[in-house]
């Protein structure tokens, strides 16, 4: 079997698996897709007609229904996300990792955009408050294979759990081919369970290297100190400050699948979390609904007509206790990619939106792999707080070609002014390289604004332009007894068009007041910086729904 073949047959099996009596899976590519719901694709009418008793329930699921109603309308209630007291208490009882990220993955280089691939110098990049490893996949998968210098990759999180994580998928991609590698990474990343063989190549590939770690330390180094260690690759290197990791790659004792599973459902699908559930499933189109109430449950980030029955060990990169599942309820895989990427992946399955979204990083995840293994690519992996990076990188002043801050500059974190004084000497200077940028994410700030009251007024009140997208985009798909009272009572029809007059919001009034709180051009200044015009590495206000958009977008 040809490595295309078979990466289509993952992408697109035959559905006909799993069967309750224990018969044989069909192992052949689906080609006919299911007309009803279009989330299952067979490889013929036969399996199709012999997987039809499994595929009635979610074929025919109420989700997918346009009688479909949240809970709260069901029970004649209101909803817990608009209870002040309930919603500070529901958030304030979390004490959650952020695996996945909450913020589009972005290429911070833009090459030919910016220095043109013709530049020959290394580039240095540093990812101050990294999170997971989205950005620096999309970063490496873009870089023009016309560019002939090197990459060094400073990647820090002040969370341990996150830099163990990251330096294990890391390592993976560094010491196995592409063609073998790009489904554990996708796994261990975002599966609650994963296959044997996944199991296998974490410790054929990277237990050595880490249990490497431990036994170099010393009684004068105990394992909860700081340590230094390097690895050399065939096309790159790591290097890091290590804390103790073999863990990370260990199912805990006395969790088992079942019981992995059961302590994620406990988060993701009890009472308290419905409301913020079915919030969500009234803002996207009725055909999604049923798929991404499926991920909810399942966990497992594969093709929704795949097989299920391999993932059998509990993820060791999220279980570290047999006690609890480490991430809240509202964690999104979808969250961390490029929406019009994610759907412009071309599958039979058009409804599957996590099919296309696992379609969209197996084609990611292989051009990042390819990337490591046509340039060398050095990885610094720390785990400090932002303050104290120039304390730990190769150079403590005028070294980075770009600062990837994330949203540091939120007045919850750092906020503008101590982020571009404490970050802004480690980037280079514009003699060196004139491209040199830091890269910030207002991710609070706009929206905390918006929600600012003056004399009882909005700060930015709905547009006109986006009253007419409301009436073009949503206003066709309502309920037809949807009546303009309806508005108070929190129907999906309601949030529709309030989810439509978030997306249409004039971004830019806003954050004009939030430069001239945070003193931007002052801070700017002070720190010897300009902001860009034009911008060159992510375009302005990049989730705003534009003229052309359709209901799906």
């Known amino acids: 079997m040809s490595e295309a073949t078979a990466l289509a047959l993952k992408v697109e099996p035959c559905a006909n698996v799993d069967h309750e009596d224990g018969g044989n899976d069909c192992s052949k590519r689906g080609i006919l897709v299911c007309a009803n719901c279009k989330l299952m694709q067979y490889c013929s009418k036969e399996c199709q007609k012999a997987h039809w008793p499994m595929h009635k329930t979610s074929c025919k699921s109420p989700l997918s229904k346009d009688e479909w109603k949240p809970v709260w309308i069901e029970e004649n209630r209101q909803p817990a996300f608009v209870d002040t007291k309930k919603v500070l208490e529901y958030y304030g009882a979390m004490d959650s990792k952020v695996f996945w990220s909450e913020m589009l993955a972005i290429d911070i280089i833009k090459l030919q955009d910016n220095e043109k691939s013709e530049w020959k110098e290394d580039l240095h990049l540093l990812f101050a408050a990294s999170g997971d490893l989205g950005s620096v996949l999309k970063t490496v998968a873009a870089v023009p294979d016309s560019y002939e210098g090197a990459l060094e990759i400073a990647i820090n999180d002040d969370a341990f759990d996150i830099v163990a994580r990251n330096t294990i998928l ?37 237990a050595p290297l880490l249990d490497g770690v431990c036994s170099e330390l010393d009684d004068e180094h105990p394992l909860s100190d700081l ?269 529709k068009i309030l989810e439509c007059h978030e997306y249409c919001r004039d971004c830019g009034q806003l954050f004009r007041e939030v430069r001239r709180k945070d003193k931007l051009a002052k801070a700017s200044q002070d720190a010897g910086l300009v902001v860009k015009d034009p911008f060159t590495i992510v375009e302005l206000w990049p989730m705003r729904l534009r003229k052309e958009s359709t209901l799906e977008d």
């Not at 369970?193 to 410790?203: D, S």
């Not at 019981?259 to 913020?276: H, I």
């Not at 609904?289 to 029955?309: E, M, Y």
Request: with cysteine; hydrophobic share 40%; aromatic share 10%.
């Open 227 to 495: 340590f230094l260690k390097a690895w050399k690759f065939e096309h790159g290197t790591m290097t890091g400050l290590w804390l103790e990791a073999p863990g990370y790659l260990k199912v805990p004792e006395n969790l088992s699948a079942p019981k992995a599973l059961e302590l994620r459902s406990v988060v993701t699908m009890n009472d308290e979390s419905r409301d913020y559930a079915d919030k969500f499933l009234c803002t996207i189109s009725k055909e999604w609904r049923f798929i991404c109430a499926h991920f909810r449950q399942s966990g497992i980030l594969a093709p929704f007509a795949s097989s299920r029955r391999y993932f059998d060990t509990p993820n060791p990169t999220f279980f570290h206790t047999a006690d609890s599942w480490p991430m809240d309820e509202n964690a999104e895989a979808l969250n961390g990619w490029s929406p019009a990427e994610v759907h412009s992946q071309k599958i039979l399955a058009s409804n599957n939106l996590y099919g296309k979204l696992y379609a969209h990083l197996v084609n990611s995840i292989q051009r990042f792999c390819i990337g490591l293994s046509k340039r060398k690519t050095s990885f610094l992996m720390y785990q400090v707080d932002a303050v104290d990076l120039w304390q730990v990188v190769p150079e403590p002043e005028g070294y980075f070609d770009r600062v990837e801050v994330s949203n540091l500059v939120d007045s919850a974190y750092l906020g503008t002014e101590q982020t571009l004084k404490i970050l802004e000497k480690l980037l280079k200077p514009s003699s060196q390289n004139p491209h040199a940028t830091l890269i910030a994410l207002y991710k609070t700030a706009v929206r905390a604004l918006g929600m600012d009251k003056k004399d009882n007024q909005e700060i930015s009140p709905p547009t006109e332009y986006a009253k007419n997208e409301v009436k073009r985009l949503v206003l066709p798909s309502l309920s037809p007894v949807f009546k303009k009272e309806d508005l108070d009572s929190y129907t999906k029809d309601t949030l």
């Open 170 to 206: 890391l390592l993976l991609a560094l010491t196995c081919e592409p063609e073998e590698v790009w489904e554990a990474i996708l796994h261990l990343w975002y599966s609650v369970l994963v296959p044997k063989h996944v199991m296998a190549l974490l410790e054929q590939k990277v």
